[in-house]
């Protein structure tokens, strides 16, 4: 099965600063998402891009997406401590036909510094 | 909205016993997911449904586990009789078609000792 893998694995940085996450994967896809994980709680959703789209705007968040090397890259400016979290790529598999399944990958640790 | 609705939200058993999560999705959400989060595997699919009906329980580690979802609102993950390697976060996600994205809740700590 496909799945995105994040990359770093683990990333820290202090207050103010940007982070940048990438995610690769392997088969072709209709969307890429990415989400959010608070220690002890839930996956929160934070954007999907389409397959036909290079860039998406959500407040502090940019997302790319690159299909020719099959790579995303989320993008979090002006970090705040409450950043601090760990970040999920998902993709869908397009020969599910329509279906709203998502493959996710394992995830990377960011750690905002005060 | 509440939300997905996860109960309960730790549990700790003894090997051998049966084991059942329940989650009560968005309403009208019509697609239900489980999850399964452990350090080592990360967060893998263990079965989804789409209208209530099951679509692919393809990830269900083996026999002991079985899911339902007897109408919208309501679903239940059984284990029986439950291991200590089934120790991890159950999380259950719903989301509505062409919408994108899920919502999750806040998941169910297991432990198996």
């Known amino acids: 099965s496909q799945q995105g893998e994040e990359d770093p694995q683990a990333l820290s940085i202090q207050e103010g600063e940007n982070a940048t996450m990438n995610c690769s994967y392997k088969t072709s896809i209709n969307n890429l998402q990415w989400y959010r994980q608070n220690s002890g709680r839930g996956l929160v959703h934070l954007i999907l891009i389409r397959s036909n789209e290079r860039e998406k705007h959500s407040g502090r968040l940019r997302v790319t997406l690159d299909t020719s090397k099959k790579s995303s890259s989320l993008l979090i400016t002006a970090s705040r401590a409450a950043d601090t979290a760990s970040y999920f790529c998902a993709t869908d598999d397009p020969s599910q036909g329509g279906s709203e399944k998502l493959v996710f990958g394992k995830g990377m640790k960011l750690t905002v510094n005060p | 909205d509440a939300g997905v609705i996860q109960s309960p939200r730790h549990e700790v058993t003894e090997m051998g016993q049966e084991v059942t999560l329940r989650c009560k999705p968005i309403s009208g959400h019509d697609y239900l997911f489980w999850y399964r989060q452990t350090m080592m595997r990360g967060l893998e699919l263990l079965i989804y449904?789409?209208?209530?009906?099951?679509?692919?329980d393809s990830g269900m580690p083996e026999d002991r586990f079985s899911a339902k979802m007897p109408n919208a609102s309501f679903s239940t993950l059984k284990i029986q009789p439950s291991e200590p390697r089934d120790s991890a976060v159950y999380f259950c996600?719903?989301?509505?078609?062409?919408?994108?994205?899920?919502?999750f809740g806040s998941g169910t700590r297991l432990t198996v000792v």
């Open positions: 449904f789409n209208n209530n009906v099951p679509i692919d």
């Open positions: 996600a719903s989301s509505l078609t062409g919408r994108g994205g899920y919502t």
